[in-house]
């Protein structure tokens, strides 16, 4: 089964920083999913990558499947960005129709 | 615009009640998913389908069970819930693939089941 960990588990920022948040895992893959999930509510998909970098609005994702490593990057941080991200990943050759989750890390930007 | 919709958003139920938690979806995705979220834990698999009227137990299926009688409804049953039931209940939906790619993976916007 893939084993999935993402640091740090929480992180507080000011309005404007840059956020970086990193997900690594065990059992090589052939996709990852970043998700977004704001206090209370339902969660969001924000990027599915295979490789590379991919760049929605200030949100950058990017992968490295070598070295079984992603990162999520906000530029530009601002309060409503806050919120708990989440990575996951296919659950291994028995668990091709599953995905695993990170523990997610719960990022706060402060005004 | 496309997406899974669950059918409460807050759900308040007694010890020992039968309750359904119902998720459709309008995407024609074959793969339906159960999660349960839980301070600390994460989220966990329930159960999932791949198909109409087919269900495989995920890591977590004591106490539930499920029905998916057609394409576009997965049904989530708690046949007599307890206290440590309560959690938030989260429904997602794929496309069906060959591999391990996940085209269209939605979640819903979740449950909050209280069970007093």
């Known amino acids: 089964k893939n084993e999935v960990e993402q640091s740090p588990q929480n992180l507080t920022a000011q309005e404007g920083e840059f956020i970086t948040i990193n997900c690594s895992y065990s059992?090589?893959?052939?996709?990852l999913h970043w998700l977004q999930q704001h206090p209370g509510g339902g969660i969001v998909s924000l990027f599915m990558?295979?490789?590379g970098k991919k760049k929605h609005g200030r949100l950058i994702a990017t992968i490295n499947i070598q070295e079984k490593h992603s990162s999520l990057h906000i530029t530009a941080s601002h309060p409503r960005d806050s919120a708990v991200y989440i990575c996951?990943?296919?659950?291994?050759?028995?668990?091709?129709?599953?995905?695993?989750f990170g523990q997610g890390t719960r990022l706060t930007i402060n005004p | 615009d496309v997406k899974v919709t669950q059918s409460s958003r807050y759900l308040v139920k007694r010890t020992g009640e039968k309750v359904f938690l119902e998720c459709v979806q309008d995407?024609?995705?074959?793969?339906m998913f159960w999660y349960r979220q839980d301070p600390g834990l994460g989220l966990r698999l329930i159960y999932f389908?791949?198909?109409?009227?087919?269900?495989e137990k995920g890591d977590i299926p004591e106490g539930y069970s499920v029905s998916r009688e057609k394409k576009e409804r997965f049904s989530l049953i708690l046949e007599s819930a307890s206290t440590n039931q309560t959690s938030m209940y989260l429904c997602?939906?794929?496309?069906?693939?060959?591999?391990?790619?996940?085209?269209?993976?939605?979640f819903g916007s979740g449950t909050r089941l209280t069970v007093v």
């Open positions: 997602a939906s794929s496309l069906r693939t060959g591999g391990s790619w996940y085209y269209g993976y939605t």
């Open positions: 059992v090589g893959i052939s996709a």
């Open positions: 990558l295979s490789s």
């Open positions: 996951a990943v296919p659950g291994g050759i028995q668990g091709a129709q599953k995905l695993v």
């Open positions: 995407m024609d995705h074959e793969n």
């Open positions: 389908s791949y198909d109409v009227k087919m269900k």
